[in-house]
């Protein structure tokens, strides 16, 4: 009871910030002013003449083959991945990562919608391991959703199982990635592309090209995790060391000792940035995916504008842009057009230090990767120099949401029901660790166990670590979220697109804060702001256990999650396959 009325005082205090700061200008509530890329004068652009091989990288994947039959009958892709603790030295720095069939970043699955995707899993790792497929709605195979803990127990140890699913009415980029303890930080990422006779802008361009975007850590995760998860953080999340594109950056070895967590491994101050390479005329549609697990970046393309086309899976009407803001978990489609001079250029992914408590000296805050135009001479860098107008606002927001409009028209559906849920990070247990909660729960993952199969079985209680918000009936569901943080959080919904119908400053207040119904925003992954909330919408027509989480590795550690359990009556009615429940007693 103590601990409640803590609690309850400590919301109230929250709320009064939290009102405060919808009618005055935010104060800058970070403990130390970010810097400015502080390894930019010790990191020289021009590297060693001699790239070094990298043979678990495999640049080829990511320009997409023109041979795929998009018009092709509905098929079976089926693939065989194992996955393994090795090695390996993306941007020279030597580190045990965990890898897909040794590659990193892992296997491109490239699908029509329409196909079945079937991946056989085998698990060669210490730890369980289950793979999430980000964006697919798993229509009636909410356990092939791979999320440990929620909809199956993790693939144990020697193991192996095969996620099979179909991809009956959604096309775009997606992602998949490891869904079990924070192992997807350690390498277990992919890209998910499926491709549609029916997509908007489908000839619209020449070339289709894949731009993975993460932070990157020299430092296994299950430290960082420890460390942010202790006192010694005070909640303040562990800032990268340096950052990828499509699996590849330079990193300054002389600077390993001055960052958070030295390494002292061996490295090599002559890693590869990726190279993509463009022909003059050509249009180029880069499918740019934030695979990372904490930092907000800005994407851009010296001298090339962006025209951004698809959002999470959702064609947009054009819009042009010099940036696009990206957060963890956000994919946006965008067509460039290879009309500059023949040169080199840069691509730009600059973390936006303003998300970051906390500076890593090791940390040049600008990847990079480089454009080259055929006939231009061989190069690892460019001349060319950054746009000059500003970056979007510095407090990691999103791309504005009117200025995305879906390129097939649809209103928001009136709400049948409101569901209100506060986030926030609280220092409540006996330990003093800070810790994510929705509402009154700070998420743990249930071990041996599943809350899809409970609800299975037709439990109606879960363990108190659970926040189940159960819906059911098929109706639109008004979801309203307030952020009482400091900190901005890209929030993702399992097998749906929601309807972005409102955002803002403080707390949502019914009936005054305004809200947009009219063709608004549809996503799967949406950044909710600074003490700040947002509105959405979703139709509650796909039976399951649906996690809604903050897309922030180090705070779903801290339990920044809910789970929607849709249509009960339904999910009673499930044929789960045995295999999966057995994975439980393993
Ligand atoms: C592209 O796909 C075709 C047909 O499947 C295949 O023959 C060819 O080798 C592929 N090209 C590359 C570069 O992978
Ligand atoms: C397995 O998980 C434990 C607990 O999270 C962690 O301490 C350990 O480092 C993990 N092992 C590997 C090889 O990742
Ligand atoms: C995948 O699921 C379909 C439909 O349930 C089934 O017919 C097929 O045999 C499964 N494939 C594999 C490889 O398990
Ligand atoms: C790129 O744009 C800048 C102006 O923003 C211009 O000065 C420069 O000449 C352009 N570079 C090339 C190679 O076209
Ligand atoms: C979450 O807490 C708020 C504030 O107490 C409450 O209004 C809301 O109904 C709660 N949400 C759920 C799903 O219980
Ligand atoms: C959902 O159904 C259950 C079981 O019939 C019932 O206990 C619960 O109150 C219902 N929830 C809502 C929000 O109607
Ligand atoms: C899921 O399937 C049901 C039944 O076919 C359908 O009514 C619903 O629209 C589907 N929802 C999604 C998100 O695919
Ligand atoms: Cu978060």
Redesign the pocket.
Known sequence: MAVLIHKVFLFGALLATAIQVASITLPNLHRRQAATTPAASLAPDVTAAAAPAQPWNNPGQFHLNKSFVIKAAPTTRTYEWTISQKTIAPDGLERPMLLVNGMFPGPLIEANTGDSIVVKVTNNLANGTAIHWHGM?Q??TNWMDGSGGVTQCPIPPGQSFTYNFTV???WGTYWWHAHAASQYVDGIVGPLVIHSPNEAHLGHYDEDVIVMLSDYYHTPSPTLVSWYLSTASDGSEPVPDNGLINGRNYFNCILDPQALFPTHAPCHSNAPRSVFDFQSGLRYRIRIINAGSFADFQFSIDNHTLSVIEADGVDMQPVDVHRIPIHVGQRYSAIVQANQKVNSYWIRAQMNLNCFNEENPALDASVKALIHYAGAPASQTAHSFDWADEAWPGRCLDLEASMLKPFVVRDAPPADIQVILDMSFQKITKKQVSLGYVNETSWVPLKKAATLFQANKGNTKFAASQFIVTLNQ?QTVELVVNNYDEGSHPFHLH???VYVVGEGKGRYIPGESPLNTVNPLRRDTVTLQTFGYTVLRF?N???GMWPFHCHINPHLDAGLMVQFLSLPRAVKAFKIPAELKKMCTA
């Open positions: 709605f229509n009636g009956p009415n959604q098929t097998g749906h697109q139709v027509d796909n039976p």
